[in-house]
C-alpha cells in the first residue's frame, strides 16, 4: 500500500443521545429537526433511512422545482446540507440496522475502527461504491472492466471517450510515451495503452484514484507501462512527450456549491496553469488532446469557454482540430429536468504548439 493517506468518511462521534428515526416517527416532524440542525439516527430497519430521505427529496423539490440548472444547484445545496444530518451506526464493520447492506469498504478503509457513526448518505456512498468496485464497471472503449476505488472518478457517460477512440484510431505520430492529467479510475490511460503507445505517466489530486489504480495494476503487465503520482498536473515529470491528455472538470466553480469535487468543477486558475506547464512538456510536433464539453455554455453557468480563450489570447498553441459529439440524452427514468441537455455537445480539441 502507497503511503498516502486517503480520503474517506469521517466518523461521528456523540457523547449525548441522539434522537432516533424509525417507521413510528412522524415525518413531518423529522424534517423540522434536520432543518432546526439537529441530527437523527436511524434505527430498526435501513429502509427507515430511505424512507426518510425520499420524504425529504418531495419537501425540498416543492421550492426548488428542478426546470432549471441553477434550481438544480439550490436544491443539492440543501439536500447536501440536511441529508448528512441523518446518521447510522456501524458496529464491528456492519450496520447495526436490519436488512442493510454487507460493505466491505467498512472493513477495508476502518482497519483501526470497527465500530463507528456516519451519514446514511456515506454509507449509501459506500454501498454504491462496494458495488462497482466488486462486479466491475463495463466501459464500451475498453477490453476489460474496471473496478474503481472509492472515492476514484469514473466515467458514467461515454460520448468523450468514444470520441478519444476515434481519435486515437486516426493517430499516425510516433508512440513512446503519454501523459495523462488527471487519471482518475484510468480509462484515457488504459485506451492510449491499447492503441499502442509504450508508456504513459499519469497524474491526479485525488489520493483514492492513485491508491486504487495502483492496487488495480499492480499484479499486471500494466504496471509496468503506467507511472502514477499523487500529484497536480504534471507532477514531477518534465520531459517532453508525444502526446498530453486531459480531461478536466467541465464547469467553473460557483459560490453556491459547497465542498467543491475537483472532477466536476474547475477553478479559475487550472487552465492558464495547465497550459503554461503543457507548453514546456509537449515535444515540437506532439498532441494536447483535452476532452471538454459545452456543459457550461448551454447551462448559461457562463459564456467562457477556456479552450478557445487559451487560442484567442495564450500564444502557447494553435488549433489542429476540434471534434464534437452530440450527446447522448439522459434516460426517461431521470428525476432531473435537462431539457438543455439536448444541446449538449463532448468536444475533443486537438492542440498543436506555435
Same mark, same amino acid.
Given at each position: 500500500?502507497?503511503?498516502?493517506?486517503?480520503?474517506?468518511? @469521517?466518523?461521528?462521534?456523540?457523547?449525548?443521545?441522539?434522537?432516533?428515526?424509525?417507521?413510528?416517527? /412522524?415525518?413531518?416532524?423529522?424534517?423540522? @429537526? %434536520?432543518?432546526?440542525?439537529?441530527?437523527?439516527?436511524?434505527?430498526?430497519?435501513? !429502509?427507515?433511512?430511505?424512507?426518510?430521505? +425520499?420524504?425529504?427529496?418531495?419537501? %425540498?423539490?416543492? #421550492?426548488?422545482?428542478? #426546470? #432549471?440548472?441553477?434550481?438544480?444547484?439550490?436544491? *443539492?445545496?440543501?439536500?447536501? +446540507?440536511?441529508?448528512?444530518?441523518?446518521?447510522?451506526?456501524?458496529?464491528?464493520?456492519?450496520?447495526?440496522?436490519?436488512?442493510?447492506?454487507?460493505?466491505?469498504?467498512?472493513?477495508?478503509?476502518?482497519?483501526?475502527? !470497527? !465500530?463507528?457513526?456516519?451519514?446514511?448518505?456515506?454509507?449509501?456512498?459506500?454501498?454504491?461504491?462496494?458495488?462497482?468496485?466488486?462486479?466491475?464497471?463495463?466501459?464500451?472503449?475498453?477490453?476489460?472492466?474496471?473496478? =474503481?476505488?472509492?472515492?476514484?472518478?469514473?466515467?458514467? *457517460?461515454?460520448?468523450?471517450?468514444?470520441?478519444?477512440?476515434?481519435?486515437?484510431?486516426?493517430?499516425?505520430?510516433?508512440?513512446?510515451?503519454?501523459?495523462?492529467?488527471?487519471?482518475?479510475?484510468?480509462?484515457?490511460?488504459?485506451?492510449?495503452?491499447?492503441?499502442?503507445?509504450?508508456?504513459?505517466?499519469? @497524474?491526479?489530486?485525488?489520493?483514492?484514484?492513485?491508491?486504487?489504480?495502483?492496487?488495480?495494476?499492480? /499484479?499486471?503487465?500494466?504496471?509496468?507501462?503506467?507511472?502514477?503520482?499523487?500529484?497536480?498536473?504534471?507532477?514531477?515529470? /518534465?520531459?517532453?512527450?508525444?502526446?498530453?491528455?486531459?480531461?478536466?472538470?467541465?464547469?467553473?466553480?460557483?459560490?453556491?456549491?459547497?465542498?467543491?469535487?475537483?472532477?466536476?468543477?474547475?477553478?479559475?486558475?487550472?487552465?492558464?496553469?495547465?497550459?503554461?506547464?503543457?507548453?514546456?512538456?509537449?515535444? =515540437?510536433?506532439?498532441?494536447?488532446?483535452?476532452?471538454?464539453?459545452?456543459?457550461?455554455?448551454?447551462?448559461?453557468?457562463?459564456?467562457?469557454?477556456?479552450?478557445?480563450?487559451?487560442?484567442?489570447?495564450?500564444?502557447?498553441?494553435? %488549433?489542429?482540430?476540434?471534434?464534437?459529439?452530440?450527446?447522448?440524452?439522459?434516460?426517461?427514468? #431521470?428525476?432531473?429536468?435537462?431539457?438543455?441537455?439536448?444541446?449538449?455537445?463532448?468536444?475533443?480539441?486537438?492542440?498543436?504548439?506555435?
Amino acid at each position: 500500500m502507497l503511503d498516502i493517506t486517503i480520503n474517506k468518511p @469521517t466518523p461521528f462521534i456523540f457523547k449525548q443521545p441522539l434522537k432516533v428515526f424509525n417507521s413510528s416517527t /412522524d415525518v413531518k416532524q423529522a424534517i423540522k @429537526t %434536520l432543518e432546526a440542525g439537529k441530527p437523527l439516527l436511524i434505527t430498526a430497519f435501513y !429502509s427507515n433511512g430511505l424512507l426518510l430521505l +425520499k420524504a425529504l427529496d418531495v419537501h %425540498l423539490k416543492t #421550492t426548488w422545482p428542478h #426546470t #432549471t440548472f441553477k434550481e438544480q444547484r439550490a436544491y *443539492r445545496s440543501a439536500y447536501h +446540507k440536511l441529508s448528512n444530518l441523518i446518521l447510522i451506526e456501524v458496529k464491528d464493520h456492519q450496520l447495526t440496522v436490519k436488512k442493510a447492506p454487507a460493505i466491505g469498504w467498512l472493513k477495508v478503509l476502518y482497519p483501526e475502527t !470497527s !465500530s463507528f457513526i456516519l451519514t446514511f448518505v456515506q454509507i449509501q456512498g459506500l454501498n454504491s461504491s462496494w458495488q462497482w468496485y466488486s462486479k466491475g464497471v463495463v466501459i464500451p472503449v475498453l477490453r476489460n472492466k474496471i473496478h =474503481p476505488y472509492y472515492g476514484a472518478y469514473f466515467p458514467t *457517460r461515454f460520448d468523450h471517450l468514444i470520441l478519444f477512440d476515434k481519435w486515437l484510431t486516426r493517430y499516425k505520430g510516433p508512440k513512446k510515451s503519454a501523459i495523462d492529467v488527471g487519471v482518475g479510475s484510468g480509462v484515457l490511460s488504459f485506451q492510449i495503452l491499447k492503441h499502442g503507445f509504450q508508456n504513459v505517466f499519469a @497524474t491526479d489530486t485525488n489520493p483514492n484514484a492513485i491508491v486504487g489504480l495502483t492496487e488495480s495494476i499492480k /499484479d499486471t503487465k500494466l504496471s509496468r507501462k503506467i507511472e502514477l503520482e499523487y500529484a497536480s498536473l504534471f507532477g514531477k515529470w /518534465d520531459k517532453q512527450t508525444e502526446l498530453i491528455v486531459f480531461n478536466p472538470p467541465w464547469l467553473p466553480t460557483s459560490n453556491e456549491i459547497q465542498n467543491i469535487d475537483e472532477a466536476m468543477y474547475y477553478n479559475a486558475t487550472l487552465f492558464p496553469e495547465f497550459f503554461e506547464q503543457a507548453k514546456k512538456r509537449l515535444l =515540437p510536433n506532439g498532441k494536447l488532446v483535452i476532452l471538454f464539453s459545452n456543459l457550461a455554455q448551454i447551462a448559461e453557468v457562463t459564456t467562457e469557454h477556456p479552450i478557445e480563450k487559451e487560442l484567442a489570447e495564450g500564444g502557447r498553441f494553435q %488549433l489542429s482540430n476540434c471534434y464534437k459529439k452530440s450527446v447522448k440524452l439522459a434516460s426517461k427514468n #431521470t428525476k432531473r429536468q435537462q431539457n438543455w441537455r439536448s444541446l449538449e455537445m463532448v468536444e475533443l480539441w486537438e492542440l498543436t504548439g506555435n
